[in-house]
């Protein structure tokens, strides 16, 4: 799922993923799952939790949280403030052709491989 971002924001127009600062209360996940319940209308108890990658910069980090859909649940997503154009599901294979923002543009490789390690690690390796 990926945000459009407002156009008055930083790097506006671009596609990226809904994120923002955590409270100074909250661990890096729960500031992830509330970021995106508040931006793309998405409830925690709809996603699983696969990964999370964390860019650290020494003075501060970024923690990304790569997630599926819980099973059993059908998300919707919707743009729920004025953050958004729109959020949507977008193949993987269409992400690259969509103008990105610029981080999100230069560590997809490392979502993308997190990702594939989450699966990997929920199917086993009888699957």
Request: glycine share 10%.
């Amino acid at each position: 799922m990926l945000q459009h971002r407002a156009l008055w924001s930083d790097q506006g127009g671009t596609w990226g993923i809904p994120g923002g600062a955590v409270a100074d209360d909250e661990s890096a996940l729960a500031g992830g799952l509330r970021e995106t319940q508040e931006e793309a209308g998405i409830e925690p108890g709809e996603l699983r939790v696969v990964a999370t990658v964390v860019l650290d910069h020494h003075e501060w980090s970024y923690t990304t949280i790569v997630a599926v859909e819980a099973d059993g649940a059908r998300v919707e997503p919707s743009a729920t403030d004025p953050e958004s154009l729109e959020v949507a599901w977008v193949p993987l294979r269409d992400v690259p052709g969509l103008p990105l923002l610029r981080a999100f543009e230069q560590h997809l490789p490392l979502y993308l491989a997190a990702l594939a390690r989450g699966l990997t690690r929920r199917r086993g390796p009888a699957q």
